[in-house]
């Protein structure tokens, strides 16, 4: 009787001791970009603007890996027909940019590029099967009228309604969408400033 009593208290806190110890196991997270920073070409609110997207890989992206942007959800617009003719992708390794070829689905030689749209959205841009992205690789993105690469850009991305600061993640994923490297940056909206003066005569 002893001997099944203490049994059973050793087995109690043997159970206990695994379960504290897996409860302890650490949590692996992405690493953060660096060097993140969005220019755009208006700050006016609710305007079509172009945004100049860039920042410095923590990690490689491997091939047919993914580097995901997502404006604030419920403030951008990404409009309807917004496509991978509105956005060009440029990597440089320390010397000059150089683009990437993009179409709307990723192949052998080409990125593609999955567009959500709405005041929701977001920009994914699937690597090639060929080439990938090297660690310390600084990566800019355009989107908007001034992408020339996959064709002329003839759509940007409507400016929330309000002034403000608003955020723009950027994330990358290894190709079974496993987060490697994610940060964000912010963007200010603000009112046009009008001249009082303007309509007054001036001696």
């Not at 617009?77 to 060009?88: L, R």
């Not at 950027?170 to 994610?182: G, Q």
Request: hydrophobic share 45%.
């Amino acid at each position: 009787m002893h001997s099944l009593r203490r049994l059973l208290i050793v087995g109690f806190f043997t159970i206990v001791f695994i379960s504290s110890v897996r409860e302890y196991v650490p949590v692996l997270y992405a690493a953060s970009l660096t060097m993140v920073r969005d220019l755009i070409s208006t700050s006016a609110p609710s305007t079509a603007a172009t945004h100049t997207i860039q920042f410095t890989l923590s990690h490689g992206v491997p091939v047919s890996g993914k580097i995901v942007i997502t404006p604030e959800a419920g403030m951008f617009g990404i409009p309807a027909g917004f496509s991978f003719t509105d956005v060009d992708v440029l990597v440089s390794t320390g010397g000059p940019y150089n683009d990437r070829a993009l179409a709307a689905a990723p192949a052998a030689t080409s990125d593609g590029i999955s567009i959500v749209t709405g005041s929701s959205g977001s920009i994914t841009i699937t690597l090639n099967s060929t080439v990938a992205l090297d660690e310390g690789s600084s990566v800019r993105v355009l989107l908007g009228t001034h992408a020339t690469v996959g064709g002329m850009g003839s759509i940007s991305l409507i400016n929330p309604s309000s002034p403000g600061s608003y955020r723009v993640r950027v994330a990358t994923f290894d190709a079974s969408s496993v987060a490697i490297d994610a940060s964000q940056t912010l963007i200010a909206v603000v009112a046009p400033v009008t001249n009082s003066l303007a309509n007054e005569n001036v001696p």
